[in-house]
């Protein structure tokens, strides 16, 4: 598998979207922070881009890398190797390369400015980490609806229609039912429902350890009145873990059962 | 080598392949034949493990292939279409299946046999049919593995490289190997196989020497006796009310 991972990874690094991917981070986290001397202003404004974009480039790449080296699997899969290596090590290569470029497009000025001595310290590193979970999670997501899809054009639509429900949609609809069911208790059902969205999940995670009330909203709010903010962020943490995991455990069911 | 029990594949409606038994415990050339769509290429990729059978069974080496990989380091394969990552190299994509096999090949010789040095650094997006035919040939030559199995390795070749190409499979026969090729060439069956299947509609139609096949059908080349085998098909139902094979020689 580590073999097929180092040439998926190469193959992606020497991929000019990899340059402009991580250029954009470079560009946006210096822009940032050279209008804002406030670190913990720059955490919350790169998250409200992060959430959405981490996972739009992330399900795109997958989709496309999937599909365009198709050749590279049925070459591979006449070799001795095992079938789950082959999709493991692309998906890991995709996930891994998304990761640097976020890692490197935002480490690097933040490291400049020096967040390493400030307090934001902690609140860095937790955007940092959302943004690799959530490379993981939506590159694994479009990597499994790939695998499920031989037509290219449904399989990106559906991917990219998966983005847009966890990203608009699903808070849309997540509003309305607050709405429509506001003369109930509706605590549990909201803190479920955060939970399985990974974007949700995100977002209260950074907010969490942020500590900013205001911007918390309803279901951040009841994150942090029920769990605490310590075990809030626990019990976030392990789902998003989770949400990395499923979808493995999906690519590797739909692998092992396919025909080429 | 290769024993085949039963085997049963169906892509959705399609019924492709409708118990298959066969068996190759000799080395040698056989030809696997039959009409477009007949189920060649789904029980090749079967026996690679790339189609996963709904039934049935297929063995390697006295070993069920079912969920296993090793098993392939014993076979050599060329599959019906070239296709390659297109942003590497020759030479890049050589050393990337050597490094994954991770066993030493003998690329050199067959580099040369094909005329392929002036191509290595070339990107194979931008290769030809043909050359990409021959770098497909180098990649499936290059390990010495006991079982090979070439897809149509004739397509988009020309005749200097068909030559050589039929010396190398000679030259793998005289080395006791099990070779199996699926080929719409008649004259590659009638110069280099031993034996002939003749798949129709998923079953087994025919098996047996070039020339029991010949005398069933009462003619004087292999093109000829396929001809009037189909014809005779035609005419008649393929299979025999038991589901048996019409005609089988062993």
């Known amino acids: 598998m580590l073999k097929i991972l180092k040439y998926s990874f190469y193959d992606l690094i020497r991929s000019r979207w990899t340059y402009i991917y991580c250029g954009f981070y470079l560009l946006f986290t210096l822009s940032l922070l050279w209008l804002s001397s406030d670190l913990s202003k720059v955490v919350i404004s790169l998250m409200n881009v992060v959430l959405l974009l981490c996972p739009l480039i992330a399900t795109m790449f997958g989709v496309m890398y999937y599909y365009n080296s198709r050749e590279f699997t049925e070459l591979l899969l006449a070799q001795p190797i095992r079938r789950t290596s082959i999709f493991f090590g692309q998906y890991l290569g995709v996930a891994g390369s998304l990761s640097a470029s976020w890692l490197i497009g935002t480490g690097i000025p933040f490291i400049l400015y020096g967040v390493f001595g400030s307090a934001q310290a902690g609140n860095f590193f937790t955007l940092m980490l959302v943004g690799v979970a959530l490379s993981f999670i939506f590159s694994g997501l479009a990597f499994l609806i790939a695998l499920n899809n031989e037509n290219r054009i449904k399989g990106f639509g ?26 109930y208790p509706l605590e549990k059902f909201s803190l479920t429902a955060s939970m399985l969205n990974p974007i949700d999940l995100s977002r209260i995670l950074i907010l969490l350890k942020l500590d900013i ?7 951040g709010a009841v994150f942090r009145k029920f769990l605490g903010t310590g075990f809030g962020m626990s019990v976030s943490l392990i789902v998003l873990t989770l949400w990395i995991i499923l979808p493995t455990l ?11 | 080598m290769i024993t085949i029990h039963h085997l049963q594949k169906s892509f959705g409606k399609n019924h492709v392949l409708k118990g298959v038994d066969l068996a190759f415990d000799k080395p040698g050339i056989t030809a696997v034949l039959g009409p477009n769509g007949s189920g060649k290429t789904t029980l090749i990729k079967s026996i690679l493990g790339m189609v996963l059978p709904d039934d049935g069974n297929i063995e390697v080496a006295g070993k069920s292939v079912r969920n296993r990989w090793e098993y392939r380091k014993q076979i050599a394969y060329l599959p019906q279409i070239a296709r390659f990552p297109d942003n590497l190299t020759v030479k890049e994509l050589l050393s990337m299946i050597k490094d994954l096999r991770g066993k030493a090949a003998s690329d050199q010789h067959l580099i040369d046999l094909f005329e392929l040095t002036p191509f290595l650094g070339s990107r194979l997006s931008n290769l030809s049919g043909g050359t990409r035919q021959k770098v497909n040939l180098v990649l499936t030559f290059m390990y010495d593995c006991p079982i090979i199995i070439l897809d149509e390795p004739t397509a988009g070749l020309d005749p200097i490289s068909m030559v050589r190409l039929k010396e190398l499979i000679e030259n793998q026969r005289a080395a006791g190997k099990t070779i199996l090729v699926t080929t719409h060439v008649m004259s590659l069956v009638e110069e280099l196989a031993e034996e002939v299947v003749y798949l129709l509609e998923g079953k087994i139609h025919f098996r047996g020497s070039l020339k029991v096949l010949k005398e069933t059908y009462g003619e004087s080349s292999v093109e000829r006796a396929i001809a009037s085998l189909l014809e005779q098909q035609k005419n008649t139902p393929a299979f025999s009310s038991n589901g048996q094979p019409a005609f089988v020689t062993a």
């Open chain 1, 158 to 183: 559906l991917a990219i229609l998966v983005w847009l429900f966890f990203a608009v949609i699903y808070d849309g609809l997540l509003l309305l039912s607050l709405a429509w069911f506001s003369e």
């Open chain 1, 213 to 219: 009330s205001a911007l918390m909203g309803f279901t």
């Open chain 1, 250 to 260: 999906g690519i590797r069911r739909v692998s092992l059962r396919k025909d080429f």
